[in-house]
């Protein structure tokens, strides 16, 4: 229960991510095209300010602000981070292909706008502010895949659109019933309100909010905007709107299912259907990528199958002890990944094809050497990132009662892992295709920094969820 | 002291994937590695403190992921303590091979090192987590060497083997997850599961949890009928690929079996040992009859690697069918399969080396096509002889040694492993056909001009094959070494 008397400067991190977005989209206005780098440095600036305020809340205590409607605990603090870093990373792999071009600061301005929107909706324990997030999570990413004005941007970004606006409708509609019957939009009353309710008006409600969770993570059954919009935009937007919005996304989702009520009359197998869900997207995103021959396409179906693990501890929620802290490292481990392997796709913008990566060990061995450990952490070889948050998913969602989930997803890591091996293949087979463009140069840098850290959670295995309670603050 | 055997050749493959050193200086280096290595290994054998009382030798242990209760945990007992050898001996001799090697060297002992690191990390653990993590890392590593410096349809065979102890490696992991839950506290030490047996006791769940693992083990050992991947892996592999995925690789599915299977699951392995038992037989005589059908050389000594391995599988499916009280039966059938381990390791390791030459100068394994090489390749003749006799079992070498053991200790628990017998006799008939088909008659077909051994041929299968000799004729050291240990897996499944 958080007291009257508020501290202002608990959104600190947030605060900077917002003034960050005002003060980059001004810079950027009075400044020549050729010195909008000024702007891009401004964004950075607040990004890293965000990240330091992020981690010195973090020693704090877990509560709650704003009468409950905010929660400042663990793992909206492993969020403020992760999100943060990625931002960082999804600035720097789209140096080549923003540098000097007019959209480079509202490109800026629109990922931190978005990151907010991430952050907000990790740490909403209110269903109005879950509604706000989303918003403010959503709308910059119609902008950031509309923004390279290519045929396929049009059309992934209207698909983007169509499948947001509607779940957005969807929310909403979720939060006013779920309002109505429970007589409360914060979290912490949200349980008891809901107790006495019927049970079918409840799963109306819960499941118009979860559609438009779902939407935000990429999962079934609305992803169909991901491997649009991994293939269609631009490599910046494409490695962002595929990865970050999904960690405030599947965040929130967890602190929904943690506080439906879990027995009662208004009481229903939430678990059951997120568990559902999560063989669905892990399935169907697995079954969809074996066929891609454009790597970008093949990253963005790879992601509709990794939602699909993240939802497994999200299933389990409250039910076994370790389930958000391995939600949290998962999450930061598929992020770095993720982001990593756009990068190496970003610093060569001009292979669409597998095929075109062959011999590339040859010509750009660190580059191959970075793509490698990405893939493989994507697998969920060790001693990668997402390995380590593999174990700990696997464990927890086994823990708290859903082995066969654990099955599922252990036969899907296979299926994975035959597409992976068809990127992975050309790119350490003999022969080589004719150097096409300028070789990467800075262009590279994000993907190798990425490619380190990838290692660097896996090996060390994240003191970051450590850092976090088994509880959430309500 | 061990971390540093372990993380030697993982420094030196950085090194050798980073710095562009000219090829001689990284077949040389590599060379230098392997036998600091093995210098290292019998230093610290002989030159070591000795084991505290019923631990490990050379024990470390550092927090890794407390998330799960997994730590970096390494240590040596009388089970592990002959694999790490064999794998120091093995990539030792592929070293020397190598340095015959012309085909991008730089990045082939790269990738040797790397490997060598994961085989001697899997034997030196002792956290589960830890062990799948090398395990996996070795498929990543044996991957690229069958997919980069293979022939014939490479890519494919690559892709098979990846994707079957993939497979294999994931149901392991389950394993793993189940045996980490049932503990209390939450652990993945083998020291503390082997104490607690967690899964003791619980019918069912215990079963499934044995079954997941077995299934990984079984495909990486591998054991009839998950044995399919190996043939076109070993057929498309380098020669030094082939060494190392018998002589070392294999031994991980088999060292799971007397590391993790039976002191953790002691009940439900006791329940499934007869399955054990009947896989293995079958594995036995399978492989030693379709061994008898190929005309590939290495086809066959693929599938004889089958055969071979099944014994081991007899002999741990033996130890758990309590019969009456044949506790030291079961005891040699346990000291039966390590030796078997290191034997087949040195053994099948050397053949291998052997059959590439025919590669590297015909470009065929088809023994059809070669006849009457003893005259022009003696040196050749002579050492793949030794070698086919060591295979088969002939006393005097450590197949021998192994073989009796396993089946004194099998057929005193279980009457029934004696119809495994029969498949010393195929593999004797075997490899003398093989032998009659390559050497003996009129020079003909590939064998006119076949140039004889060359000098890094020759000291790269030799000492692998004299080192069997020395086990086989004085086993008593590794024996010795074995026996604690295997007396203690023992103890520890008949709870």
Redesign the interface.
Known sequence: MSTTHEDPLALLPEIFLLAGALLTLLTGSFLPRDRQWVSRSVAVVALVGSATAAAVALAGPARTVYTSTYAVDGATGVVRLVVVAATLLVIGLGVPELSGTARESETCSLLLLSALGTVVLAGASDLLVLAVAFLLASIPLYGLIGASRSSAAAEAVVKTYLLGALTNVLLLLGVAVLAALGSTTVYARLGTGLGGSPAAAVAVGVVAVLAGLLFEAGAVPVHSWVPDAAQGASATAAAFATTVPKVGALVALYRLVDALPGTGPGALDWRLLVAVLAALSMTLGNLAALGQDDPRRLLGWSTVSQVGYLLMPVAVAGRAAEALPALLLYLAGYTVTNAGAFAVTAALPQRRTLGSYRGLARRHPALAGALLVCLLSLVGTPPTAVFAGKVAVFSAAWDGGLAWLVVVAAVNTVLSLVYHLRWIAPVFGAGGTAEEGAGPRWGAVPALGAGVGVLAVGIAAVPLAGLVGPALAR | MLSVVVFLPLAVACLL?LVRVPDAAARWGWFALSVVEVGLVAGLWFGGPPAPAGGLRFEQRVD?????G?GYHVGLDGLSWPLVALTVVVFAACSVHALGGRDRPRQQAALFCFLQTTCLGVFAAQDL?LF??FF??SI?GMY?VI??WGHGDA?RSA?QF??YT??GS??L??GF??L??AATP?TFDIVELARSAPLQGSGSTGLLVLGAVLLGLAVKTPTFPFHTWLPPAHTDAPAVGSAVLAGVLLKMGTYGFVRIAMPLLPDAWRQWSWVVLAVGIVSVLHGALVALAQTDLKRMIAYTSVNHMGYVVVAVGAAGVVAGSAEQARQIAVVGAVTQMVSHGLITAALFLLAGALHDRAGTYDTGSFGGLARTAPRYAALFAVAAFASLGLPGFSGFIAEFQVFTGAIATAPVAAVAVLGILVTAALFLRALQRLFTGPTTGHSVRFRDLGASELWSAGPLLALALVVGVFPGPLLDTVAPAAANVVDLVSR
């Open positions: 994937a890794w992921i407390p998330l799960v997994s987590l799948f993590v996996d890392l990543v690229f997919a980069g890519a892709l990846f994707l993939f497979l994931l149901a992991l389950v997850i189940g980490y839950l939450h």
